[in-house]
């Protein structure tokens, strides 16, 4: 069963310009959620979708965004991107049955100059 | 809401012997999953080992063993005959019932030849 792929899995954006990560989860799962993982703050929740539908959120500004497909395939976006914002994003599909094991993509490492 | 917290940014432990790593929570709710997860240097991040709140008995896997214990909301990580293999962040994460998963901001550990 192949894994969660992610790409790219290196960006480089300047200040201000917009980015586009991609997650294709595991076949069979219908959940996917997104992390941002950065050396100070460890892994924080972005979001999660389920059935193309946002199931969870977390404490992130407007600027972060993200959408499923019916494919179970996921995008997040970051627009006017800010310095702070240079960080591995991880993206996770979740395994259905009820303790919810995550499986986690390599990542995409952002980072913004 | 609920907050996971680990204690112990870095830790060594020679090879053959035996660490702990501790993580507490915090939480109102009586029914939830608790997990390990290992991420090696570069690697992508996987899961060591789970805890169904419910359950009185501490989970194991092979040379991986919890210390859950409830009323004090704590939830440590024994790994015995540590091998070089085992070195990497670990993160302890805490799944609520709204399906929302916390992680701590994660241990890095450093296998001592």
């Known amino acids: 069963k192949a894994g969660v792929t992610q790409t790219p899995r290196y960006l480089i954006k300047t200040r201000g310009q917009q980015v586009t990560l991609s997650c294709s989860p595991i076949s069979g799962h219908r959940s996917v959620s997104w992390y941002q993982q950065t050396p100070g703050q460890g892994l924080q929740f972005l979001f999660e979708y389920f059935s193309e539908t946002q199931r969870n959120k977390g404490n992130f500004p407007g600027r972060f965004s993200g959408r499923q497909f019916s494919n179970s395939r996921s995008e997040m976006n970051v627009s006017t991107l800010e310095l702070g914002d240079s960080a591995l994003y991880l993206c996770?599909?979740?395994?259905?049955?009820?303790?919810?094991?995550?499986?986690f993509g390599e990542g995409s490492r952002l980072t913004v100059l | 809401a609920q907050t996971v917290t680990q204690s112990q940014p870095e830790m060594s432990v020679q090879e053959a012997e035996t660490v702990t790593l501790s993580c507490t929570y915090d939480t109102s709710e009586s029914d939830y999953y608790l997990f390990w997860y290992k991420q090696p240097p570069s690697r992508q991040m996987i899961l060591v080992i789970r805890q169904e709140a419910y359950k009185q008995q501490n989970a194991t896997e092979n040379r991986f063993s919890v210390n859950f214990q409830k009323a004090a909301k704590s939830f440590s990580l024994k790994i015995s005959d540590s091998q070089l293999g085992d070195a990497a962040m670990y993160f302890c994460a805490y799944r609520s019932r709204d399906d929302k998963i916390i992680f701590g901001k994660g241990t890095r550990l450093h296998i001592l030849p």
């Open positions: 996770a599909s979740v395994a259905s049955g009820v303790s919810g094991e995550l499986f």
